[in-house]
């Protein structure tokens, strides 16, 4: 799993795209929080907390990730390599989840550089420190946890597709229904009971964002991670 998982870093940071989707979303990110007039604008706002970066980068992500993820196993079929990565003697769970870690730490990577953000707000606040850390760092928790959905739609997205621009296209729409999806369900069936919106991403996201970290939003996206992850490893046997 080891030599799977540092085959997709070093795949990913060989090209130069790789560079320019971490750069995309650092640089779309800052651009939100201190220069574009809006309710993400720290300085306009008035408040020492960056709540709309994570809540910007959880819809940023549900394009960005597929972006990263599109080639995982795409590629493997298109190169003709998905042979040799089968007969290598290691399981096919250990192929699945040696890709998904890699991205995982791409990810957590590409938001590295993001603490500077919380550095910045930190000696913004009046007086300097006037911010909720415990709250920011359940917010990235969050978005880690987010983040790992994302990677299982996309690479489950890869690998049923084989094509790297199908695969993109696919994920983005999975991730677009689970984000926004549940939740107009919800406002359209006023009437219904059923409660369509505990389906959607948004409610067990923002309560983490809150500085709740609930046993039920753990479950929610731990199970569709495993869920997607499950459906690759089943494809992957099957073929």
């Known amino acids: 799993m080891k030599a799977i998982f540092n085959k997709e870093i070093q795949s990913f940071f ?6 320019l989707i971490i750069a995309s979303f650092l640089i779309i990110n800052a651009l939100l929080l201190w220069f574009f007039k809006g ?49 290598l003697p290691i399981r096919t769970t250990q192929i699945v989840l040696g890709k998904f870690l890699a991205y995982v730490a791409i990810v957590l990577l590409a938001l590295a550089p993001t603490l500077f953000f919380v550095y910045s707000t930190y000696q913004l606040g009046n007086p300097v420190g006037n911010i909720d850390l415990g709250s920011t760092f359940t917010s990235y928790f969050g978005l880690i946890l987010l983040a790992c959905t994302y990677i299982s739609t996309g690479i489950f997205s890869s690998i049923y597709t084989k094509n790297n621009i199908t695969s993109f296209l696919m994920s983005s729409i999975i991730n677009v229904v689970f ?13 219904s009971t059923f409660g369509w919106n505990t389906l959607g991403i948004p409610q067990h996201f923002e309560s983490m964002t809150r500085g ?28």
């Open 212 to 239: 709740v970290i609930a046993i039920p939003d753990l479950i929610y996206f731990t199970s569709i991670t495993f869920l997607f992850i499950s459906f690759t490893q089943l494809k992957l046997n099957n073929d």
């Open 39 to 87: 309710y993400s604008n720290v300085i306009l706002t008035g408040f020492a907390n960056i709540n709309a970066f994570f809540n910007n980068s959880a819809w940023i992500f549900a394009f960005l990730i597929p972006a990263i993820t599109m080639k995982s196993f795409a590629d493997e079929y298109q190169n003709g390599t998905i042979e040799i990565l089968k007969t």
């Open 14 to 19: 060989s090209n130069p795209v790789g560079y």
């Open 179 to 191: 984000y926004f999806g549940f939740s107009a369900l919800e406002n359209i069936s006023e009437t």
